[in-house]
């Protein structure tokens, strides 16, 4: 399309995009950056009918060149039928056409009628990674590109992949540049389901047909806000506003694409009926109204053992042994590559089967889910067993990961998780796997290698996809993106045919999960002996929340705390596998009274080549085995743990402090904490190890007065160190944040003596009672039965 000024002045060219609207570059409209206001001269030099027309810039169609050099996109509008020897044009994305052939159609001073220029597409360059380059012919002097080619259409395989926007001329080097379709639609994202060419309009005469089998509907009545708010833009703004009417809807609906959107969100709304849906299908399918194929912007990547088991899969297959066969499967898929996926590919046989396998994968790495279509190709006769073609799709289905998003619908994802915080962006990701699946590193910044990476796990036919789990957990976060995020959801879910019911219950899940374990816990529990009171029974447990509990070890036969500490530090290592290595975990240690002076926090834990402390890789708490197995005091406990995760402000007050030389007896300091006010308490001394009960002290009266918080120096010298530092603190922090203080000071470096010493020698007991473990389940051990001799 030729674009003018109001004088006729040839500006530049653009890019039909559908039935009224054109997309160029804006400096062909503007050299400068402001919005032009008049109105623009298009025709199609090509065209025998001499269309031409008036047009203007849409409504958020103006995004000129930004300080960065991003941006440069510019739309026109017109309101006029087109000719019949015009069509809009067929789209693609263009980052992925590396080394393809491309041709691009502009008007250069002098040839006002325009010239076809020659070249290949080469590779992103940026700003921002914004541009594709173009070269080598498009560079050269006679085929060039040079001013009057902005904004044309850059084709290939006859789809227009870009716009031209700029070019470099020179007597060293010569370039010129594109913007991607895919790029120009983030700009303007109502290009991103325009139709691909005319064959995506409905044909007028069957409007009413589908009028009357929408009308039968009762959720287009029901649910006709929400399903018109989740119409592509251009829809809304036709059907405009309310009161709607069914045929107003559809109606409104013009293009294909946009007619299965709205038949999808009808379904999904409904919740299922057959008897309205099948004559519902029957009618678009006689229009061809057909459903959007997932897809990927990037081709597969194989390591390079990957790579081997292709290759010797493909090799071991009895019927691509044979080279006449062979030719068969590699003529089937050049036409089905060209008729399915719109790709020229070129695949001769030899008599060397390794190089002909090779060949294979090394045409369909770039060309997402080709390999898919390459085993589909082959006819069922050669699929029976003792062929090798099961062993052969298995490769394939490990290898390849199978699409479930189209291409918007990943961009959308992608676009809203970049705007996320990236704490809670792995909150979301870890919460939306099983409790004790990893799915390996993954770059948290690149948030669409995330998406890609979640859309690709396993899900339950009888649930939403993970990724839609990911996105709910996202928006439980975030109440600044739950509207979007939901509206996400429910296109994806009505697309897929997943039932809304499901969904539904997702979001109620999400939000009543909000309460479970933040981090996973490593719980070490250490029973006392029945008969060698000075060694214990070991159990270690990983706790993902929601219930979901891994054992780690369960030993049965008392050992000393020092061979103890030697297992806890291997099962350590055995949960960093089942956990993110950067999530990491909390690790508790449940002791008797008998080990409450035990300095767990300085338990020895080594890798290959350091040996650490524990307390100083992990957070570490103490919890209390008395107190778990004492059912009279869990009502106390239980309150005074929900007062302090309720806690909304910091409150000094809060914690009692008890110095190491107190006079009070436990009576007084168990009244003094039964306050509700009271949810902490410090000593300036460690409290005595007791082997059985004897006289209660303050330990014990913290624990019967229901405080979930106790902490103590087990060098009574640092007692007012530790007074001064807890009163710090909680000026500035609620109570339940104690657990990353002590953290943070056993892990800070500091020139500081006493703060050092402190963070050497403190203890922290926090006794979580949303946590307690079932006294009958696996964690209660008991050592076997002994025969007397």
Same mark, same amino acid.
């Given at each position: 399309?030729?674009?003018?000024?109001?004088?006729?002045?040839?500006?530049?060219?653009?890019?039909?995009?559908?039935?009224?609207?054109?997309?160029?570059?804006?400096?062909?409209?503007?050299?400068?950056?402001?919005?032009?206001?008049?109105?623009?001269?298009?025709?199609?030099?090509?065209?025998?009918?001499?269309?031409?027309?008036?047009?203007?810039?849409?409504?958020?169609?103006?995004?000129?060149?930004?300080?960065?050099?991003?941006?440069?996109?510019?739309?026109?509008?017109?309101?006029?039928?087109?000719?019949?020897?015009?069509?809009?044009?067929?789209?693609?994305?263009?980052?992925?056409?590396?080394?393809?052939?491309?041709?691009?159609?502009?008007?250069?001073?002098?040839?006002?009628?325009?010239?076809?220029?020659?070249?290949?597409?080469?590779?992103?360059?940026?700003?921002?990674?914004?541009?594709?380059?173009?070269?080598?012919?498009?560079?050269?002097?006679?085929?060039?590109?040079?001013?009057?080619?902005?904004?044309?259409?850059?084709?290939?395989?006859?789809?227009?992949?870009?716009?031209?926007?700029?070019?470099?001329?020179?007597?060293?080097?010569?370039?010129?540049?594109?913007?991607?379709?895919?790029?120009?639609?983030?700009?303007?994202?109502?290009?991103?389901?325009?139709?691909?060419?005319?064959?995506?309009?409905?044909?007028?005469?069957?409007?009413?047909?589908?009028?009357?089998?929408?009308?039968?509907?009762?959720?287009?009545?029901?649910?006709?806000?929400?399903?018109?708010?989740?119409?592509?833009?251009?829809?809304?703004?036709?059907?405009?506003?309310?009161?709607?009417?069914?045929?107003?809807?559809?109606?409104?609906?013009?293009?294909?694409?946009?007619?299965?959107?709205?038949?999808?969100?009808?379904?999904?709304?409904?919740?299922?009926?057959?008897?309205?849906?099948?004559?519902?299908?029957?009618?678009?399918?006689?229009?061809?109204?057909?459903?959007?194929?997932?897809?990927?912007?990037?081709?597969?990547?194989?390591?390079?053992?990957?790579?081997?088991?292709?290759?010797?899969?493909?090799?071991?297959?009895?019927?691509?042994?044979?080279?006449?066969?062979?030719?068969?499967?590699?003529?089937?898929?050049?036409?089905?590559?060209?008729?399915?996926?719109?790709?020229?590919?070129?695949?001769?046989?030899?008599?060397?089967?390794?190089?002909?396998?090779?060949?294979?994968?090394?045409?369909?790495?770039?060309?997402?889910?080709?390999?898919?279509?390459?085993?589909?190709?082959?006819?069922?006769?050669?699929?029976?067993?003792?062929?090798?073609?099961?062993?052969?799709?298995?490769?394939?289905?490990?290898?390849?990961?199978?699409?479930?998003?189209?291409?918007?619908?990943?961009?959308?994802?992608?676009?809203?998780?970049?705007?996320?915080?990236?704490?809670?962006?792995?909150?979301?990701?870890?919460?939306?796997?099983?409790?004790?699946?990893?799915?390996?590193?993954?770059?948290?910044?690149?948030?669409?290698?995330?998406?890609?990476?979640?859309?690709?796990?396993?899900?339950?036919?009888?649930?939403?996809?993970?990724?839609?789990?990911?996105?709910?957990?996202?928006?439980?976060?975030?109440?600044?993106?739950?509207?979007?995020?939901?509206?996400?959801?429910?296109?994806?879910?009505?697309?897929?045919?997943?039932?809304?019911?499901?969904?539904?219950?997702?979001?109620?899940?999400?939000?009543?999960?909000?309460?479970?374990?933040?981090?996973?816990?490593?719980?070490?529990?250490?029973?006392?002996?029945?008969?060698?009171?000075?060694?214990?029974?070991?159990?270690?447990?990983?706790?993902?929340?929601?219930?979901?509990?891994?054992?780690?070890?369960?030993?049965?036969?008392?050992?000393?705390?020092?061979?103890?500490?030697?297992?806890?530090?291997?099962?350590?290592?055995?949960?960093?596998?089942?956990?993110?290595?950067?999530?990491?975990?909390?690790?508790?240690?449940?002791?008797?009274?008998?080990?409450?002076?035990?300095?767990?926090?300085?338990?020895?834990?080594?890798?290959?080549?350091?040996?650490?402390?524990?307390?100083?890789?992990?957070?570490?708490?103490?919890?209390?085995?008395?107190?778990?197995?004492?059912?009279?005091?869990?009502?106390?406990?239980?309150?005074?743990?929900?007062?302090?995760?309720?806690?909304?402000?910091?409150?000094?007050?809060?914690?009692?402090?008890?110095?190491?030389?107190?006079?009070?007896?436990?009576?007084?300091?168990?009244?003094?904490?039964?306050?509700?006010? $009271?949810?902490?308490?410090?000593?300036?001394?460690?409290?005595?190890?007791?082997?059985? $009960?004897?006289?209660?002290?303050?330990?014990?009266?913290?624990?019967?007065?229901?405080?979930?918080?106790?902490?103590?120096?087990?060098?009574?010298?640092?007692?007012?160190?530790?007074?001064?530092?807890?009163?710090?603190?909680?000026?500035?922090?609620?109570?339940?944040?104690?657990?990353?203080?002590?953290?943070?000071?056993?892990?800070?470096?500091?020139?500081?003596?006493?703060?050092?010493?402190?963070?050497?020698?403190?203890?922290?007991?926090?006794?979580?009672?949303?946590?307690?473990?079932?006294?009958?389940?696996?964690?209660?051990?008991?050592?076997?039965?002994?025969?007397?001799?």
């Amino acid at each position: 399309m030729r674009i003018a000024d109001q004088t006729g002045v040839v500006l530049g060219c653009g890019v039909l995009v559908s039935a009224r609207h054109i997309v160029t570059c804006a400096h062909v409209l503007s050299p400068a950056r402001e919005r032009p206001t008049g109105p623009f001269l298009v025709d199609f030099p090509r065209s025998a009918s001499g269309f031409d027309a008036t047009a203007t810039v849409a409504v958020g169609g103006w995004v000129p060149v930004t300080d960065n050099g991003r941006g440069d996109v510019a739309v026109l509008e017109f309101d006029k039928a087109l000719a019949e020897d015009i069509s809009p044009a067929v789209l693609d994305h263009g980052r992925d056409k590396r080394g393809r052939d491309a041709r691009v159609f502009g008007h250069p001073v002098g040839v006002a009628n325009g010239v076809w220029s020659r070249g290949q597409v080469a590779d992103t360059v940026g700003p921002h990674n914004e541009l594709v380059q173009l070269s080598p012919g498009m560079a050269t002097h006679h085929e060039r590109i040079e001013r009057g080619y902005s904004g044309g259409g850059v084709m290939v395989d006859e789809r227009v992949v870009g716009i031209v926007t700029s070019s470099v001329a020179g007597t060293e080097r010569l370039a010129a540049f594109m913007i991607p379709m895919e790029v120009v639609a983030v700009h303007w994202q109502r290009l991103v389901l325009l139709p691909e060419g005319r064959d995506g309009f409905v044909e007028p005469s069957a409007t009413q047909q589908l009028i009357a089998q929408f009308a039968r509907f009762e959720a287009l009545t029901r649910y006709q806000e929400r399903i018109v708010a989740l119409l592509p833009t251009r829809v809304r703004d036709d059907i405009g506003p309310p009161p709607h009417s069914v045929s107003s809807i559809v109606e409104a609906c013009r293009l294909r694409s946009e007619l299965r959107q709205l038949a999808d969100l009808v379904i999904y709304f409904e919740q299922g009926s057959p008897s309205l849906v099948r004559p519902l299908e029957a009618v678009l399918a006689a229009q061809r109204v057909q459903a959007e194929s997932p897809s990927a912007e990037t081709p597969d990547e194989l390591t390079p053992d990957q790579l081997r088991k292709l290759t010797d899969a493909l090799v071991r297959m009895r019927y691509f042994l044979d080279p006449l066969t062979r030719k068969t499967y590699f003529e089937t898929f050049v036409r089905r590559a060209r008729d399915v996926l719109h790709r020229q590919v070129a695949l001769t046989p030899t008599t060397d089967v390794y190089a002909d396998a090779e060949n294979l994968i090394q045409v369909c790495l770039p060309i997402p889910g080709s390999l898919r279509l390459f085993v589909d190709a082959i006819p069922p006769a050669d699929r029976v067993p003792g062929t090798g073609f099961g062993e052969l799709v298995l490769v394939v289905e490990e290898i390849c990961i199978e699409r479930i998003l189209t291409d918007a619908e990943r961009h959308t994802l992608v676009e809203l998780v970049r705007t996320a915080p990236r704490d809670v962006v792995a909150s979301a990701h870890r919460r939306c796997l099983d409790p004790f699946e990893s799915v390996g590193p993954i770059d948290g910044a690149d948030p669409d290698k995330l998406v890609r990476r979640i859309e690709s796990l396993a899900g339950r036919r009888d649930r939403p996809p993970r990724v839609v789990h990911f996105s709910e957990q996202l928006a439980a976060f975030l109440p600044e993106l739950r509207s979007d995020l939901h509206d996400w959801g429910d296109r994806v879910c009505a697309r897929l045919g997943a039932r809304r019911v499901d969904l539904g219950t997702l979001r109620q899940s999400v939000t009543a999960d909000q309460l479970s374990l933040d981090r996973p816990v490593m719980s070490v529990r250490l029973v006392p002996d029945s008969i060698e009171r000075s060694q214990f029974l070991l159990a270690i447990t990983l706790d993902r929340g929601g219930g979901a509990r891994r054992q780690l070890v369960a030993n049965d036969q008392p050992e000393p705390i020092d061979r103890l500490v030697e297992r806890v530090d291997a099962a350590i290592g055995h949960a960093l596998e089942l956990v993110d290595y950067d999530e990491g975990f909390m690790i508790e240690v449940i002791v008797p009274r008998a080990l409450i002076a035990e300095p767990v926090d300085t338990w020895p834990i080594t890798d290959e080549f350091f040996e650490d402390q524990i307390g100083r890789r992990f957070p570490i708490v103490l919890r209390s085995l008395e107190r778990m197995s004492e059912p009279k005091v869990r009502p106390q406990w239980r309150r005074k743990w929900r007062l302090a995760q309720d806690q909304r402000h910091p409150d000094p007050a809060s914690m009692h402090f008890l110095g190491h030389e107190s006079g009070d007896t436990a009576f007084a300091v168990r009244e003094r904490l039964r306050s509700d006010e $009271k949810l902490f308490l410090a000593m300036g001394g460690p409290p005595a190890p007791h082997s059985d $009960k004897r006289a209660p002290d303050a330990y014990a009266a913290a624990l019967s007065a229901g405080i979930p918080y106790l902490a103590w120096v087990r060098d009574p010298a640092l007692e007012e160190v530790l007074r001064a530092a807890l009163d710090r603190a909680l000026t500035r922090h609620p109570v339940r944040s104690l657990v990353d203080i002590v953290a943070a000071w056993r892990t800070a470096t500091t020139d500081d003596a006493e703060a050092a010493a402190l963070a050497a020698h403190i203890t922290l007991m926090v006794c979580d009672e949303e946590r307690t473990p079932n006294p009958s389940g696996a964690l209660d051990l008991r050592a076997p039965a002994r025969r007397r001799t």
